[in-house]
């Protein structure tokens, strides 16, 4: 469950695209980031990079740190 | 100025009764209000046939208890015990005094508002409004059809909780299906498969989009996978979404074999309910406000890639929301519902009512949204009793875009094909809906189908030489035969095929309004012979009689739209 995580966003420009890479970048464990996950390319324009990252081990006054609000669908909806 | 409308209620006099006693009549310039002139900013509403209200007194107040405002003037039995009613308006800075005005007015007993009445807006919990065949009518699928656009070879993306092809099949669809380009997130429960998904709110989705574009390819994005212990309805996580939009972007950049349609329509209904979810508004994190979330970004992302994106604006309209929303009604279409590249969905029934739980603009990233209303709370999939919310109202809209995309595929290097293109294309044709022009609940107003379907499929241009080579012959020998071509418009001939082919010689009476120049045809087929066709002394006279026949059918019917231009050279050069 992503519950407690948060998304980190980022810039990135090293060679190696890799979780581990990415997070060893970035002074975040690796065993705090989830591999499922993993290191998604959100804007190929931008070389901007997005992980997912237990909650307590960022802190949230980080400009790099967003939301990962839940989700549901619009309906079925009962009175 | 604006203007309070009122109803003055009169004590019975003469004067009244003689002047509201015939309620047949017809001139209402005759009907004498003189009565009322004495009050200040008052306009009588000579359109309103006054009505008298049996009085009552309290010795008889049980009986009387209610006014019948209904109640025929002509039949009352004592007509000096009733009162008349009538309304106007009244200039709103006019109000007080004309109030004071009244009160001194002796034949006046009181002085009322009279509010604007209107239908209950459509709740959860009202009863279904029409069935998915009526959407299909208002939709013009058949006409769609006609025209090629029924969604083939496109690509539409299921983002939800999981489609269930079986349940599709069950109620009369053919869904095609891309089990390879389908996508799970990792936390899926073992032995689920996409388009084997359990039947729920994403196998409803797919069924609406299968309404207009019946053809089209369905991908299972079976995006909201979790359920909790208090949760009634399947959900996710934001970080879901962003993997799914990366495998979007993934199907996108992929070498497209060549030929095939490259379009990619992505419905999306469903969103973040409650601000509370969220980080506030005004961190660096937060999404409803934050063109920067990562989310925001990889939705921009993928529509620069060329996907037609459209999300459901929300159940948060004020007027009925969903108890999902806990009150927070107000500018209720959060984040990426309401992004500039998206095309952001209110729900309306079939009869262009408002949903009450439709969310209301404006947007928190694009201001302007919604965009468009679809159609909703109609009987259709069968997944629930009624398929409702703008949840459905998304998935009818991303089945016409599918629809369009059979005759305007995506293509990078043309901007008309680009998705702000098609985004145009449904606003610009939207049948208003609401006050006049674009408003916050209805945004530019209801899809319009048929215009759009006149901007994809232009009557096609018949060369009338290429078609009827005798003719320009014919003309050569009976000039009468060009001069009506040119009466027709010329050099546009309509062609009014789809109706039903009439003999030349055909009474008048017989046909609806169309007629076809097919039945030019099926004479000559008929005769077996085009030159002896064009004989004067076998068809002049009925091809005249059809074509005058055809053309009185233009004229009466100015709203019937051609189905092709014939046009031509009638000085009938050489071919």
């Known amino acids: 469950m992503n519950e407690n995580k948060i998304l980190y966003s980022f810039n990135y420009e090293g060679e190696d695209h890799s979780l581990e890479a990415i997070c060893k970048s970035l002074k975040i464990p690796i065993e705090k980031c989830s591999k499922e996950f993993g290191a998604i390319l959100i804007d190929p324009q931008d070389n901007r990079y997005c992980i997912l990252v237990e909650a307590s081990s960022l802190e949230l006054n980080d400009p790099k740190v967003f939301a990962n609000p839940k989700i549901q669908g619009f309906g079925y909806e009962e009175e | ?575």
């Open chain 2, 1 to 575: 100025m604006d203007k309070k409308n009122v109803i003055i209620c009169y004590k019975h006099s003469a004067q009244l009764e003689a002047n509201f006693e015939s309620v047949e009549e017809t001139n209402l310039n005759t009907r004498n209000m003189s009565i009322a002139n004495n009050l200040p900013g008052f306009s009588a509403d000579h359109g309103y046939a006054p009505v008298a209200v049996p009085s009552y007194s309290d010795s008889n107040i049980e009986e009387y208890q209610e006014f019948d405002v209904k109640a025929d003037m002509r039949t009352a039995k004592d007509l000096t015990s009733s009162f008349y009613i009538i309304r106007g308006s009244v200039d709103e800075d006019k109000l007080d005094s004309f109030v004071m005005a009244a009160e001194k007015d002796e034949k006046i007993v009181g002085v009322y508002a009279d509010p604007v009445i209107s239908h209950f807006e459509v709740c959860p919990g009202s009863t279904a409004i029409g069935l998915h065949a009526d959407v299909e009518n208002k939709l013009g699928v058949q006409t769609l059809k006609n025209c090629g656009m029924t969604g083939e070879g496109v690509t539409v993306a299921i983002v939800d909780s999981g489609v269930n092809l079986d349940h599709l099949r069950a109620k009369g669809k053919s869904p095609r299906f891309n089990a390879a380009d389908s996508w799970m997130p990792s936390s899926t429960l073992p032995g689920r498969q996409p388009g084997s998904m359990p039947v729920d709110h994403g196998t409803m989705v797919a069924y609406d989009v299968l309404i207009a574009a019946p053809e089209c390819t369905l991908i299972d994005i079976a995006l909201l996978q979790s359920r909790q212990s208090d949760d009634t309805v399947m959900s996710g996580f934001l970080s879901d979404a962003i993997a799914a939009y990366r495998h979007l972007m993934d199907i996108m950049t992929r070498d497209a074999d060549i030929g095939k349609n490259k379009s990619l329509v992505v419905n999306n209904s469903w969103g973040m309910y409650n601000p509370s979810w969220d980080f506030p508004v005004g961190h660096s994190g937060n999404y409803s406000d934050n063109s920067t979330h990562p989310f925001n970004i990889i939705v921009r992302s993928l529509e620069r890639l060329g996907a037609d994106i459209l999300f459901a604006a929300g159940n948060c309209g004020e007027e009925c929301p969903s108890s999902r929303c806990q009150g927070f009604t107000a500018s209720s279409i959060y984040g990426a519902n309401s992004s500039p590249y998206v095309l952001t969905v209110a729900g309306v029934s079939i009869h262009h009512d408002r949903l009450g739980y439709s969310s209301i603009g404006p947007g928190r990233l694009d201001r302007k949204k919604p965009d468009i209303s679809g159609y909703t709370h109609f009987k259709g999939s069968g997944v629930y009793p009624i398929d409702n919310g703008t949840s459905a109202a998304c998935p009818v809209i991303a089945g016409v875009i599918a629809s369009i995309r059979n005759k305007k595929p995506l293509n990078l290097n043309d901007s008309q094909t680009r998705p702000a293109a098609i985004r145009k294309l449904i606003t610009s044709t939207a049948t208003d809906l609401g006050i006049s022009g674009y408003d916050l609940r209805h945004g530019y107003g209801v899809v319009n189908t048929q215009k759009i379907q006149e901007k994809i499929c232009p009557p096609a241009v018949i060369d009338i030489c290429d078609r009827y080579p005798g003719i320009c012959n014919f003309c050569k020998i009976n000039p009468h035969i060009c001069d009506m071509m040119r009466r027709w418009g010329f050099p546009g001939i309509p062609d009014f095929s789809g109706g039903p082919i009439a003999p030349l010689s055909a009474s008048p009476q017989v046909h609806s309004g169309q007629y076809s120049l097919t039945a030019v045809d099926t004479y000559i087929s008929a005769t077996g012979n085009l030159n002896q066709a064009f004989q004067p002394a076998h068809f002049s006279e009925e091809f005249l009689r059809g074509m005058e026949f055809a053309l009185t059918m233009q004229q009466a019917n100015p709203s019937s739209k051609p189905k092709s231009v014939i046009t031509g050279d009638c000085n009938c050069h050489d071919h």
